[in-house]
T-cell receptor, first 113, second 116 residues
Framework: DQQVKQNSPSLSVQEGRISILNCDYT??????FLWYKKYPAEGPTFLISISSIKDKNEDGRFTVFLNKSAKHLSLHIVPSQPGDSAVYFCAALGVSGNTPLVFGKGTRLSVIA | GAVVSQHPSWVICKSGTSVKIECRSL??????MFWYRQFPKQSLMLMAT?????????EQGVEKDKFLINHASLTLSTLTVTSAHPEDSSFYIC????????????FGPGTRLLVL
């Protein structure tokens, strides 16, 4: 049973436009959420995170939004750049509940020049 | 960010042999290290969590006698795949965190294992 779901396996966006990657979770014990970027044959690189006490966190071109009632989070990248092309993983863990880090299956983002 | 290395990055071996993968934290002391496995087009799945100086905690369904984990120092953890079989072929990734902060995990580059 997938506790963290990324329902879009791939996404194509024009350079300069906004990329929106979505993630849903089912475990109400999760209280900390992270986004990772991954290139082929490399380990994930941390991008941005958000605690459940917030609904938005921004870092440069990356913004993560959290809707706790819908158990949904999204990563916005604006403006999108060709170098952003990679697989993006959503991950969640329960800090207070001591659950391990659980990853979604990832969404492959292609930014077209 | 912190640097975590893995060695080797690629390994091809015959069925029945054992393979050791090293994970090192290069610029910080990792009190906790995690081992993940990723099959093609699948998410990273946590295999086990190890704390320095103690036995690893394995996730459900992961055979601890097959995947031996040693975390003998604050900068090194090893995963040994014993008697590897073709179905063990996968991408193995370690991560490390300091001070036991699981939300701050730094990932290694991964090791691709192919068992013939």
């Amino acid at each position: 049973d997938q506790q963290v779901k990324q329902n879009s396996p791939s996404l194509s966006v024009q350079e300069g436009r906004i990329s929106i990657l979505n993630c849903d979770y089912t475990n109400s014990m999760f209280d900390y959420f992270l986004w990772y970027k991954k290139y082929p044959a490399e380990g994930p690189t941390f991008l941005i995170s958000i605690s459940s006490i917030k609904d938005k966190n921004e870092d440069g071109r990356f913004t993560v939004f959290l809707n706790k009632s819908a158990k949904h989070l999204s990563l916005h990248i604006v403006p999108s750049q060709p170098g952003d092309s990679a697989v993006y993983f959503c991950a969640a863990l329960g800090v207070s509940g001591n659950t391990p880090l659980v990853f979604g299956k990832g969404t492959r983002l292609s930014v077209i020049a | 960010g912190a640097v975590v290395s893995q060695h080797p990055s690629w390994v091809i071996c015959k069925s029945g042999t054992s393979v050791k993968i090293e994970c090192r934290s290069l610029d910080f002391q990792a009190t906790t290290m995690f081992w993940y496995r990723q099959f093609p087009k699948q998410s990273l799945m946590l295999m086990a969590t190890s704390n320095e100086g103690s036995k690893a905690t394995y996730e459900q369904g992961v055979e601890k006698d097959k995947f031996l984990i040693n975390h003998a120092s604050l900068t090194l953890s090893t995963l040994t795949v014993t008697s590897a079989h073709p179905e063990d072929s996968s991408f193995y990734i370690c991560s490390a965190s300091g001070q036991g902060a699981r939300e701050t995990q730094y990932f290694g580059p991964g090791t691709r294992l192919l068992v013939l």
